[in-house]
């Protein structure tokens, strides 16, 4: 099929006008009408409702619609991506991250740009949100996965994710067996949490949906790192309240369950420096979002 077909689509699809359509463009409307009946017919199936006054999409048409736009997305990323690696990008991309932030996208996405870019050396550096945005300052690192936000400027911030939050609990618990549980369940328990000024809005989110529940957390000891939040469960010294993807570091000893109330959102923002010109940063935020879009359309 003529990829100018979808673009020629897409303009009528969106102006639901064929006379604006081709003038969006630079046609005539005879020629346009001409073509999307090609369209129709090489797919067999009627896109457009038309008549003299209206102009309007058929469920087909507007399935088709979001599709072709999602092929003209796909094939404008695959040409900057083949250009890229073209020019024989190479360099050092030094990429920041907090512990809780590695689970299945970000996992994908490093793969990806290693498959893609292998000449680029990508070193990973695990850091607190405060510790990513000074490095982002400092030019220490170029791309940071945190927790939080702290504008600034030629930072921009871009929201990656957002997750629920999730019970941790010793395997032999009282509790382990259930599929979810109740948050207040857990008033009595023993917390283990990160130090507040290691991470103070996520803190604050774990703490605060206790709160609204009646829970005032007993912290019995603090950890900075999650995989040792996990580990201190598994040795039954206490509970914690983790985000979902923490869950990535499923070991023996621990089970993670979901809560039976509405949990607030952990979001996980992705920060660069906009004021500054690297291939290699651009190509991975070129594959960032391409492995973003991918997973969004599954």
């Given at each position: 099929m003529d990829l100018r077909k979808l673009h020629y689509f897409i303009a009528v699809a969106e102006e639901l006008h064929f006379n604006r359509a081709a003038q969006k463009l630079n046609m005539t409307q005879p020629p346009l009408s001409q073509?999307?009946?090609?369209?129709?017919?090489?797919?067999?199936?009627?896109?457009?409702?038309?008549?003299?006054?209206?102009?309007?999409?058929?469920?087909?048409?507007?399935?088709?619609?979001?599709e072709a736009k999602m092929i003209l997305a796909q094939l404008e990323r695959s040409i900057k991506m083949t250009q890229l690696a073209s020019k024989g990008i190479t360099g050092h991309l030094v990429v920041g991250f907090v512990d809780s932030a590695v689970g299945d996208s970000m996992v994908d996405i490093f793969k990806a740009f290693r498959e893609r870019f292998p000449?680029?050396?990508?070193?990973?550096?695990?850091?607190?949100?405060?510790?990513?945005?000074?490095?982002?300052?400092?030019?220490?690192?170029?791309?940071?996965?945190?927790?939080s936000t702290e504008p600034a400027k030629y930072i921009q911030y871009r929201n990656f994710t957002n997750e629920s939050l999730v019970a941790v609990l010793p395997e032999q618990h009282p509790l382990a067996g259930e599929p979810s549980l109740s948050v207040r369940s857990l008033a009595t328990e023993p917390f283990i949490l990160f130090p507040r000024h290691h991470g103070i809005p996520l803190h604050n989110l774990i703490t605060g949906f206790c709160v609204r529940h009646g829970v005032y957390p007993n912290v019995v000891q603090e950890a900075i790192q999650m995989y040792t939040i996990v580990n201190l469960v598994a040795a039954n010294l206490g509970i914690s309240i983790v985000p979902s993807s923490v869950a990535v570091f499923q070991r023996s000893g621990v089970v993670f369950r979901s809560f039976a109330e509405s949990?607030?959102?952990?979001?996980?923002?992705?920060?660069?420096?906009?004021?500054?010109?690297?291939?290699?940063?651009?190509?991975?935020?070129?594959?960032?979002?391409?492995?973003?879009?991918?997973?969004?359309?599954?």
């Open positions: 073509q999307i009946q090609v369209l129709e017919e090489e797919l067999g199936v009627k896109l457009l409702e038309r008549n003299k006054r209206h102009v309007r999409l058929t469920p087909a048409g507007a399935v088709f619609l979001e000449q680029i050396q990508l070193t990973l550096r695990e850091m607190t949100s405060a510790q990513q945005t000074q490095a982002l300052l400092d030019e220490t690192i170029h791309v940071g996965f945190l927790r949990t607030p959102l952990v979001p996980l923002y992705t920060a660069w420096r906009t004021d500054k010109e690297n291939a290699a940063l651009s190509a991975f935020l070129e594959t960032m979002e391409d492995i973003c879009s991918q997973l969004s359309s599954n």
